[in-house]
């Protein structure tokens, strides 16, 4: 009889646990992540706005990504990129990071256009730094997962922050 | 010698994907999701310009709800608002949504000023919809936990679209 009770009440729990929640006819959702995989362990910021904000206020460098969900070669070079412990490190360590899928308003941001895969470094004093770009002349920001140690050597670049002017 | 030898190459996978990722000093960090826990059936844009893009090309009313994660009345009204379906139904169906913790440089978006929690509705047409409102006058987009029966109410009026000029 107990054993009944405790059977029904484990029943009615996980009714009510499953009730609980919206779930979409299409079926249960994974949430969306703000890394979209470029780095679950790194501190993302939402905006353009934001990490702008954070990098003023923390004096680091910001790493803006541009990519898009549906391009192989920002599918590809996502893979290399969040496998690259030393990449992450450095990012988590000494960068503000944001990928976005889609551009901004601001037109600093695509210096020589708007495709993706896309890195650009913006320095604390909110200058874009057109100055650090990749290999490929036809698409100056432009990344391959073969690229990552100049992307190291890049990164390392927009660490030497430009002198503001005080 | 065979146990062994299977011991031995399980140390070694589970070591390499120990080794494999990149986890900060402080220990291993949950992902930050989009839906910074206001829905996490949702399909929630990332920024301002992504979601007015939505809005248009799918002709739903966008939803931006501006909040703050140490702001206690944010938290409370997040809260009631995950755990309500019929809300969470009719936004993952009828409307495109986006939550912020960082100000946009529109003004629009603030017709009383920049305060949180603050639910704006915006028109397909790319209007803000300052006339609908909650029921505080001295911050008039502002809701409690208690006003989601008007939130659902102000929700009905915003999926009646505005005319679009033609």
Request: charged letters at 25%; a positive charge.
């Amino acid at each position: 009889m107990i054993k009944v009770t405790l059977l029904v009440l484990l029943v009615l729990v996980t009714v009510s646990s499953t009730l609980g929640k919206y779930i979409p006819k299409t079926g249960k959702r994974i949430p969306q992540t703000l890394s979209r995989g470029w780095g679950d362990q790194l501190i993302w910021a939402q905006t353009y706005e934001e990490a702008l904000y954070w990098s003023r206020s923390r004096n680091k460098p910001l790493m803006v990504i541009f990519h898009l969900e549906d391009c192989p070669h920002s599918q590809a070079l996502k893979k290399a990129f969040s496998d690259d412990n030393e990449i992450q490190k450095m990012l988590d360590e000494d960068f503000i990071v944001l990928n976005l899928v889609y551009e901004t308003t601001d037109k600093h941001l695509s210096p020589d256009g708007q495709y993706v895969p896309r890195i650009i470094f913006v320095d604390p004093s909110m200058t874009v730094r057109a100055d650090i770009n990749g290999r490929y002349s036809n698409r100056m920001y432009a990344y391959e997962p073969s690229d990552l140690k100049l992307l190291m050597t890049n990164m390392k670049k927009a660490k030497k922050l430009l002198k503001s002017e005080l």
